[in-house]
């Protein structure tokens, strides 16, 4: 379904695009009539979704790649294999490209730019605490917060994954933390080190 997204807080196609490319080898006819059912046709990908739309996908997505594993786990797993997929796309490749030049920090530091690219609901707050130690406190923007359903840990245990391949990618061997979570807004604070 196509999605206003001024009103109501969306996933953008280079989401989706990424997440078809990682996840390619998983999406059987059965899976794609499933997902279409749910809202979004991977055969034809819209310019948006409405991010309620997209986590009944990724619902789907982490049950079919990572079924196995606690819901936690599997969204990370999600995660990290969106970012492997993300990489191939043309935007993902040159934010590859550019993070392994300027490095660990500096790359974690434009993750606020790298969310806007797929969706426009992410505010991202960052505090330097050392050389080898962020904050990053990403969040639901406050005038969507009210059109968003889902209250789970998703989206958090999501996005740590994303951040976790983000560090693997760039070449930083380091952890990945939840040191803060409001679930119920969708508020969660990060702490990334590195070696």
């Known amino acids: 379904m196509a999605t206003d997204p001024t ?17 390619g080898k998983h999406f059987t006819p059965a899976l794609l009539e499933t997902l279409k059912q749910a809202g979004v046709d991977f055969e034809k990908p819209q310019v948006a979704y409405s991010l309620d739309t997209w986590l ?15 819901e936690h786990e599997r969204y990370q797993h999600l995660g990290r294999l969106f970012m492997r997929g993300f990489v191939e796309t043309p935007l993902g490749f040159a934010a590859l490209t550019a993070g392994k030049l ?10 606020g730019r790298n969310f806007r690219t797929a969706s426009n609901y992410i505010e991202t707050e960052f505090v330097e605490v050392g050389p080898h130690e962020l904050r990053i406190r990403t969040f639901i923007h406050e005038k ?7 209250r789970s840990t998703l989206i958090a245990d ?18 990945v933390q939840v040191v803060d979570a409001k679930h119920d807004r969708h508020d969660v604070t990060f702490r990334i080190t590195w070696a």
């Open 7 to 23: 009103l109501e807080p969306v996933v953008f196609g280079a989401a989706v695009d990424g997440m078809r490319k990682a996840l």
């Open 56 to 70: 009944v996908v990724m619902r789907a997505l982490g049950a079919t790649v990572a079924g196995e594993v606690p």
């Open 102 to 111: 300027v490095g660990i920090k500096r790359t974690l530091l434009r993750m």
């Open 144 to 150: 969507f917060l009210p059109r968003v359903s889902d």
């Open 158 to 175: 999501y996005r740590q994954g994303v951040l976790q391949e983000v560090l693997a990618l760039v070449g930083g061997v380091g952890s």
